[in-house]
Every structure is written in C-alpha cells, then in structure tokens.
C-alpha cells in the first residue's frame, strides 16, 4: 500500500491486516507529526516517485493511495500535483505490472464529476468534468492506467466519495471532519462557502471495506473498471452535514465566514453499481460518523492550536518554512 500512512492509509493497513492480509505500508512520510491526539511516527520516508522494480516484487495487488491529496494542494502548484498524483502513479503501475503484480487499486475520487449541476445523479459513464488540478489528476491518471490493463494486469479506479471518521492521521481539510472539530472546539459550526454545493461522504473504514471487495472480487468483475464508492443517501449539501454536526454539539450554531460564497464543485452520485457488482455497502451514515468523530474529538481534547497541523498544505508550507521540505517536496 502506498500512500499508507496518511489519513485512509493508516486506517485502512490495520483493517487489511484484520482481515487477514499481509500488508506492506510505504509513504513519503510528509504528515509524520500530525497524528491525532498526539504522537510521531517513526520516519522512514519512502517516494513513489522514485520507486524501483524491486519495490514490487513478490506482491498480489498494489493499493494506491500516494497523493497529494486535495484541491488547495493542487493550487499550491499544479505541476508538482500532475508529477506526484499522476506521473508517481504511472511510474508505479508499470513497474507493478513488469514485476507480474495482477491488480493495481487506484484512489480516484468523485470530485473528477467537478461542475455538475446537482439535478442527476451520476453513475461511473457520467462526463468528467474536474474543475481543480488535483481532480484533473484523478481523470488522467485512470485513463493511463487503463492503457495498462491487460490479461495480466487489472487496474481499478475507486472514486470515492469524501472521506470522513477517525485515523491517527487526521484530516482537517475535509468537510465533515472540520465541522466536527470546529463545533467542539469553539462551538461554531463554520462554514467557508455559502453550503449550497452537492458533496457524497464516505466513512473512512467504508473505503477500506470497499478495497477488500475489489481484491476480493473476480478478475472480470473489476478488470479496468469505475466505481463510486460512498452510499446514495449520504448525498448532501455541505449545508445539511452543518446541520447534522449543529445537531450533534448542543449549544452549537452555524456560522458562514464568507471566505468563499459558491463552491462549484457541486456534484450528486449513484453508487449502485458497487453494491450491485461488488456486493459492497457502507455501513456507516454521515449522522452516526459526525456522532463518533464529536465523541472523539471531545476525548483528544481537540483544540484550535491544533488546527493546521492537520491541514495538509497548512503542514506542507510549515515544513518548507523549516527548510526541511524542498519545493519540489523532497526531504532535504
Ligand atoms: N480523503 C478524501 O476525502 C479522499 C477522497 C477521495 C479520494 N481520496 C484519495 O485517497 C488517497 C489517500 O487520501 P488521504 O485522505 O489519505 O490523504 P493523505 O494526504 O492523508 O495521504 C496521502 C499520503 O500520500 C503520501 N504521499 C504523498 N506524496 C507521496 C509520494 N511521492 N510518495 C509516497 N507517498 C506520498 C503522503 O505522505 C500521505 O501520507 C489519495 O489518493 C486521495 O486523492 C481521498
């Protein structure tokens, strides 16, 4: 697994390994202090975009979760993102593939729907249409990887929705996170846009349960195929998870810090074709997610101090503040 010390990745290696596989993590390690509640990790950075043949040997599948990570990320400069997010991931399926690795798992994401009108719900042969480098990177880099499949080698695109829920490796740059430890935190549940965009959520052991049933599946089930992973009635307005997170924290209220007004990347998606080819549903709701991740950011003792800790390019910056990234994030 790549990518697997991040938020998804540090969940997801004990959930496999639950589950009776014998994972091998590897990450550039660029959040190593930013475990929740507190903690470091051990420091043995590893890049894919200098991975070598040997890198893959004597593996069933490669679980691709190496990224950077989000739509600020991409902004911060969008060749350093098509180099990482989709060069990285190409350089990495091939030698996968020479080294007679069958499956390659990638973690794509519903944000390559980008500018949707919100009306329809999109299934995986809706048009792509990425508004962000970083999305762009998800459209690209599928479709290089299908150039790779063949009877050998089955790649798979996991489009997942936004992901939510506890990891030793918090996220505070996505939605339901961030709600949730700004109302415990302050008592405010703010909002940064005007709420009204279309954003499907996702728990983060789902996404790991979801990996599971592609590796688990038959070749032809999954050979270079789409899905949306995250459940249809999770399909809400960044407005309605407000509510439920208001809900959640009594004596909370929903604030709007008018930073940004409209977010058009506002999409809707249909996630039957997992359920029904793969056989997979998620077990969690947003409600019962927001329900856990208030409960356990009262238990960390979650506070504002800590806040861009756990944004990823608020830590980015730090480290190269620090000298101790390069610009072109390496370890100096
Ligand atoms: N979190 C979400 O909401 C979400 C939604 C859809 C898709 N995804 C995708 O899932 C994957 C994991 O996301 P996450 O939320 O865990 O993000 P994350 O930022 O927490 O984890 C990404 C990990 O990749 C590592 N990494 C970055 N560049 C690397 C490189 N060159 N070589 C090796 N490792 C490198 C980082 O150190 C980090 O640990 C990403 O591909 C992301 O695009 C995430």
Redesign the pocket.
Known sequence: M??A?????SVMTRFLADEGYDVTG??????HRCRFPSGELEFSP????EATPEDFEGYDAVVH?????NDPLGDLDPSLTYR?NHD?TIHCARLAKAAGVKRFVF???CSLYGAASGQELLDETAPMSPVTPYAETKVTGEKALSELADDDFSPTYLR?A??YGPSP?L?LD?VVNDLCATAVATGEVLLRSDGQAWRPQVHVTDVARAVVAVLQADREVVHDEAFNIGRSDDNLKVLEIAELVADAVPGSRITFSGESGNDPRSYRVDFSKAASVLGFKPRWTVAEGIGELVAWFRDGGISTDDFTRYR?LAEIKRLMAEGRLSEDLRWV
């Not at 590897?26 to 959040?31: A, F, G, I, K």
């Not at 979760?65 to 990570?69: D, F």
Request: charged letters at 20%; aromatic letters at 8%; glycine letters at 8%.
């Open positions: 790549t990518g010390r991040g938020y998804i990745g590897v990450d550039l390690d660029l959040y590893w890049d894919a975009r979760l190496a990224a950077l990570s990482i990285a973690a794509s994401s997942n936004t992901v490796a996220r996505i990823r």
